[in-house]
């Protein structure tokens, strides 16, 4: 991928996010940033690797899981378009990330090695600001989330996710976003046919 393509994805990706960045900035993140492809259910990340990397994401849907103590799958959080995808934890901690970062369908990112991103944020307000915002965001929904199991019953929670996602429910597998509300998918087929009902 040329240079120029590459400053154009990076444009769209800032403009989704509301952010503005001078050109400059634009192309020290074009430097260091290479395209990667995940075709679906391919990882970004798995299990017990270190986090090195930070996506951004140009077009897909991908997922943060982990598998319990009793073999479930348990969907953690969902990305989208304009996200970020790394393991902030396992980054912070130097350890090896518990969770694992799958791609829901064919996607499109923009791919920087921490290592490199910090080197060009320092120093640089604009790109500080950029990574602040991002990484702002990714704590927001985490918070979110956690405060959503101790206050709302299933149903708010679906309702919130509705919210916050619109239009994700049909782009995922229903046992996927069962798992992330804390459900069984037979549970959330119910509400979900309570709430065409009440419309």
Not at 26 to 38: A, C, E, G, H, T
Not at 135 to 141: A, N, S, T, W
């Amino acid at each position: 991928m040329n240079e120029n393509v590459n400053n154009v994805l990076w444009e769209n990706l800032l403009k989704s996010n509301g952010i503005s960045l001078d050109e400059e900035s634009i192309d020290l993140l074009s430097n260091i940033s290479k395209p990667r492809v995940l075709k679906k259910e391919m990882f970004f990340l798995q299990e017990g690797e270190k986090s090195t990397e930070i996506g951004f994401i140009i077009k897909g849907v991908f997922r943060s899981y982990y598998i319990d103590k009793s073999g479930n799958d348990v969907t953690k959080y969902f990305y989208l378009e304009g996200d970020i995808l790394f393991s902030y934890a396992a980054y912070l901690s130097q350890k090896e990330s518990m969770y694992c970062i799958q791609a829901l369908e064919d996607s499109e990112i923009l791919v920087v090695k921490i290592s490199d991103f910090e080197k060009i944020v320092e120093g640089n307000y604009q790109l500080l600001l950029f990574y602040k915002k991002m990484i702002d965001k990714v704590l927001v929904i985490k918070e979110e989330y956690a405060v959503s199991f101790k206050l709302l019953n299933s149903v708010k929670r679906y309702k919130q996710f509705l919210d916050t996602y619109p239009g994700l429910e049909d782009r995922i597998k229903k046992c996927h976003l069962a798992s992330y509300l804390g459900i069984t998918p037979v549970s959330l087929s119910r509400i979900r046919r309570k709430l065409n009902l009440n419309k």
